[in-house]
């Protein structure tokens, strides 16, 4: 009691030193056990993404980028794949397939092209507002809304994109018509909207435009905030009725089809159709390739582990180095308590709760940040993947 | 108080020797020990205190033969009996003044801080004239209020003995009387006797006796 | 001992299986038009509710839902599309694709493509649109297709027992097989005679019947206008017509311009929208035995 009050004191009176020390070793206490708890924090997001995902559909090319456009909503461009590979697993009665399509974004979210049945595969619901009813609607995710400060009644203008270079095709204003629940997965960063209206941005359907001009912006007539966009589209009440799609729809595209098997059996039975190397599509489990993104990040960690390891051992020494070059510095103080008669074993003890103290202190320091880490890891996670996409 | 006889006590195989025959020091006397540095004065100190032990001869405080004493009975009679007084006063920086003189029960169970002590160093404080300074840590205080602070700690566990080690020497000369004065008036209502290593010859008279150490240095009796 | 542990046990399974069916509400069925709503009924009987939301009076084809009947199809377990074009807003509005269904999916090489429609808008100059005859199920034979399709999807969705649909299917094909051999006979040896219809409504129902009907662009049961008169005259004795169909009862003015023009008027409602509480049996059966009078009338 006695030496703990003597190191607190001495500690409380070097705050400063105290500090250092105790942030220094907080740190090292902190930082592994903090990308230990983010890694496996995203190793299960990532892998429980992968997992909800039984299948994904899409043309040939590298899996991780149909898995990351498709999972995550990264701004890879698989080889879009058409719709008529819906149809032909819907006829095939063996699963659901769901067409997703990312080729374009809005405010620095994809806007997801897809059909309702994205909305109950995942079990996504509105907190506020209503899910998708017409062509044109928005709904996004949540931290779309926090990031973008929008809310139902608002509008979202797509990306300028000539990627497809089709003249006259100008961004679409959509109306938010709903904002959903978080669900700490890519789905809260992302724009939903029917895949119609993807296919209207991409051009392939299109109404008698009521497009917003420079001179409507400049004239104030446009209710705009980004001023950078001055030409859209805008679906109205109006021009609905003149929104058309041009072609077969099966020759529409997606950026992939996440497929819902109906059971095992189907699931093997669908792989086999996809199986030859010289169809234009592949089939794949998304689970697979995640894990394979997985166990690659997990052999970085490794190298980042002892690269961890080496910094904390390190770091002690310095802190070592600090601690007994202050007890250095209390050579009197130790020599007026001999003096003054202490204890045998005192100074040993005044130095331990000292030194206990302070790493009592960093590791409630440590301890309180890894809490706060691992009670928002799901939320970073989400947002760090969200990042790296 | 002290009885110190045929004492003899050397660093090392051939280094400085000091040779006590005989010393006492009364209860409650005032006796100031002079000599010149390199003398052994302070030698004397630490073995009287038990911190050093003597190669032969007897030490005996109070009734206790310190010499005989085991280690740790030796700093637990040190803390409870004794009172020290630094040149340097020896106080930590990191203590309040108030800290500093409750600093000898922090480091042993010899001592427990109760009510009584804490009054104790609340009234030594007001009579050494730092009772509104106890908060205060030793960085602001001046030197003299640091000494004052430094008598209290060695006055605050009742000691019957206070052993001073150039207690004046840092003050400067209007001070240093003073602290003297308030030294020998704390340790007189304590009931305590005071030996003093000084090398203010302008002091001794206060004293009631004075011991020259130049004839305990080894070799210069023989 | 035991047939009567079977009999008690037979009782429980019914017991259970009714309330069940009482605790839940009816599984929701929803058809594009009132063909496939009569359809879905005839095969659901009380198993679940079908609703065809478009009001009494609105051509089902250009109808727009509201945000309420949106939410309403949204949710239904079953969303019936005739296919072929018809009903347009469904390009518009988003739909649970598991839970629609295309009764034509089948029968697209059976469609009939109409002439094409060439229009322009913004920038991207000019383009054409095919079409496609919409209104499948007045040629019965592709009623049936479609009757089939619809209990297909209702006894993969579960929504009544596979065995009672089944047999409700086979009375419905037999009810659309015998007003086919009715309209057969009736309308057999009519290849000669050229028809007007005020709306491009019938051409499976001609295809089937090998009868020649061409077809008017006018507002259903409405008076027509001037220039309505003026193509139909132009028509008519172009293709020396004798005979004019309406889909929905016209004004008693409109059927006496008709005949001032030599024109007998025929109203052949097409159970696209909601029409007269007869049912599409009744309408179709009059309405065949009408221009097989009339025919023959204008054979005399």
């Known amino acids: 009691m006695n030496a703990l009050f003597l190191a607190f004191s001495y500690l409380r009176y070097h705050w400063a030193r105290s500090l250092v020390l105790v942030l220094v070793a907080a740190l090292i206490m902190f930082v592994p056990v903090a990308t230990q708890t983010l890694l496996s924090t995203s190793e299960r997001a990532l892998v429980a993404r992968g997992e909800a995902t039984p299948l994904l559909l899409g043309s040939r090319g590298s899996q991780l980028d149909l898995t990351m456009a498709a999972l995550y909503f990264s701004e890879e461009r698989p080889d879009p794949v058409a719709m008529r590979e819906v149809e032909s697993v819907w006829d095939s009665g063996l699963g659901v397939p769901i067409p997703v399509h990312t080729a374009f974004s809005s405010g620095g979210f994809r806007i997801v092209g897809t059909t309702l049945d994205y909305f109950d595969f995942r079990d996504l619901t509105p907190a506020s507002g209503r899910g998708l009813s017409i062509l044109g609607d928005a709904v996004i995710g949540s931290d779309v809304a926090a990031a973008l400060g929008k809310r139902v009644g608002d509008t979202l203008v797509s990306a300028p994109e000539n990627l497809f270079d089709l003249d006259g095709v100008y961004p679409l204003e959509m109306p938010i018509v709903g904002v959903l629940e978080p669900t700490n997965t890519p789905d809260d960063q992302a724009i939903f909207v029917d895949i119609k209206t993807a296919w209207v941005i991409q051009g392939i359907g299109h109404g008698h435009e009521d497009v917003v001009t420079a001179a409507d912006v400049a004239a104030g007539t446009a209710a705009l905030a980004n001023a950078a966009v001055v030409q859209y589209q805008r679906i109205t009440d109006d021009n609905i009725d003149s929104f058309h799609f041009h072609g077969s729809q099966d020759d529409f595209p997606a950026s992939a089809v996440i497929v819902v098997p109906n059971d095992t059996r189907s699931s093997t039975i669908l792989k086999g159709r996809y199986l030859d190397s010289e169809l234009p599509t592949q089939l794949i489990e998304p689970a697979g390739v995640i894990q394979g993104l997985v166990d690659r990040i997990f052999r970085i960690k490794s190298l980042l582990d002892v690269v961890t390891a080496i910094i904390a051992v390190a770091a002690f020494a310095a802190v070592g180095l600090a601690v007994f070059l202050s007890y250095r510095l209390r050579a009197r103080e130790i020599a007026t308590a001999v003096k003054l008669g202490a204890q045998k074993g005192m100074v040993l003890r005044l130095l331990a709760a000292e030194t206990i103290t302070l790493l009592l202190i960093a590791g409630s320091i440590a301890a309180i940040g890894a809490a706060i880490v691992s009670r928002n890891a799901e939320s970073w996670v989400g947002w760090l993947l969200a990042l790296g996409a | ?222 | ?300």
């Open chain 2, 1 to 222: 108080m002290v009885r110190v006889e045929n004492l003899t006590f050397g660093y090392g195989a051939d280094g400085f020797r000091l040779r006590v025959p005989e010393f006492s020091l009364d209860d409650g006397e005032r006796v100031a020990v002079v000599g010149p540095s390199g003398s052994g004065k302070t030698t004397l100190l630490n073995l009287i205190a038990g911190i050093l032990r003597p190669d032969d001869g007897r030490i005996d405080v109070a009734g206790t033969e310190v010499s005989g004493l085991s280690d740790a009975a030796r700093r637990r009679f040190r803390a409870s009996r004794i009172g020290f007084v630094f040149q340097d006063f020896a106080l930590l920086d990191y203590l309040s003044a108030r800290q500093n003189i409750f600093y000898p029960y922090r480091i042993t169970p010899a001592l427990v801080l109760d009510d009584a002590a804490r009054d104790r160093a609340e009234r030594l404080a007001s009579a050494c004239g730092i009772g509104d300074k106890l908060d205060r840590h030793p960085g602001g205080l001046s030197q003299g209020e640091q000494q004052r602070v430094a008598i209290c700690r060695a006055l605050v566990t009742q000691p019957k003995l206070i052993l001073s080690d150039e207690a004046t020497g840092n003050l400067d000369p209007d001070s240093k009387a003073r602290i003297l004065d308030l030294l020998f008036e704390q340790a007189t209502e304590a009931g305590a006797a005071v030996l003093a290593v000084t090398h203010d010859h302008e002091l001794l008279p206060r004293f009631e006796r004075v011991l020259d150490f130049a004839q305990f240095r080894e070799g210069a009796t023989a």
């Open chain 3, 1 to 300: 001992m035991v047939r009567v542990l079977n009999g008690f046990l037979a009782f429980v399974v019914i017991a259970l299986s009714g309330t069940t069916a009482f605790a839940q509400d009816r599984p929701r069925v929803v058809a594009v038009n009132q063909a496939l709503h009569d359809f879905a009924e005839r095969l659901l009987g009380d198993a679940a509710e079908v609703v065809f939301p478009v009001p009494e009076g609105v051509d089902p084809s250009f109808w727009r839902p509201s945000i309420a009947d949106i939410s309403m199809i949204q949710s239904a377990d079953l969303i019936l599309l005739n296919g072929a074009g018809f009903a347009t807003w469904i390009d518009r509005v988003s739909l649970p694709r598991s839970r629609v269904v295309n009764t034509s999916a089948a029968i697209e090489d059976r469609f009939i493509v109409t002439e094409s429609i060439t229009h322009s808008h913004g920038d991207g100059g000019e383009h054409s649109h095919e079409g496609i005859a919409s209104y499948t199920w007045l040629d019965p034979m592709l009623a049936i297709a479609q009757a089939e399709a619809i209990a297909a999807a209702v006894i993969v969705r579960d929504l009544a027992i596979e065995g009672i649909v089944e047999a409700r299917l086979a009375e419905l094909r037999s009810d659309l097989t015998a007003l086919d051999a009715m309209a057969q006979d009736a309308l057999s040896g009519m290849d000669g005679v050229a028809m007007i219809a005020t709306h491009p409504r019938y051409q499976y129902f001609a295809r089937r019947y090998s009868l020649s009907i061409a077809s008017l662009e006018w507002d259903a049961g409405a008076m027509p206008g001037e220039d309505d008169l003026a193509d139909l005259e132009r028509l008519s004795t172009e293709l020396d017509a004798g005979i004019l169909i309406w889909e929905a009862q016209p004004p008693r003015e409109a059927i006496e311009l008709a005949d001032a023009l030599g024109l007998k008027s025929i109203v052949f409602e097409t159970w696209a929208g909601q029409g007269t509480p007869d049912s599409l049996f009744t309408a179709y059966r009059q309405a065949v035995s009408d221009l097989a009078d009339a025919a023959s009338q204008f054979a005399d």
